[in-house]
């Protein structure tokens, strides 16, 4: 796998929302969740309840798209994470080691019974405007 730009990492880093977007039938639908982002294994980690129409929707079509955002009106400050990326509900050690993560990143999590996914990105795409006007900072995962 080639390596990912710090500047992208870092600001994944720096945010814990992000717009995960499903589609069924032509039919999109996104929803916002807080999330960890595992570095070595390049995983979203976030939580959602199985009966969502998101998670539904994960089933029919595991294919997803997303955005992490800086909200700001200030142009030359303009940032943004654009995703793709596969979407699994985690099991085993994988449970785990999500698990752990997510809940030392929000820890009063333990009090929701709920599921976690992961997303498996395979491109990653940042606007950068701190950097010039439309600057964009590219990884693809294939």
């Known amino acids: 796998m080639n390596k990912i ?6 600001f994944i880093k720096e945010h814990h ?3 995960i977007a499903t589609s069924i039938k032509n039919a999109p639908y996104c929803a916002n969740c807080f999330y960890v982002y595992l570095e ?42 654009q995703f793709n990326g596969i979407i699994s509900k985690l ?8 698990r752990k993560a997510y809940m030392k990143r929000f ?3 333990v009090l929701m019974k709920t599921t976690l996914w992961a997303v498996n990105i395979n491109f ?6 701190k ?6 900072l590219i990884w ?3």
């Open 91 to 98: 099991e085993n050690e994988e449970l785990k080691i999500g």
């Open 124 to 129: 990653l795409k940042m606007t950068h405007n």
């Open 5 to 10: 730009d710090s500047r992208i990492v870092s």
């Open 40 to 81: 070595k294994e390049n995983v979203f980690i976030f939580t959602s309840d199985i009966d969502t129409k998101h998670a539904q929707d994960f089933f029919k079509n595991k294919n997803v798209a997303g955005s992490i955002v800086l909200e700001t009106k200030t142009i030359s400050k303009i940032q943004g994470i």
């Open 17 to 19: 929302v992000l717009t």
């Open 131 to 136: 950097l010039g006007f439309g600057k964009k």
């Open 107 to 109: 820890p009063y999590a």
């Open 140 to 142: 693809n995962g294939s």
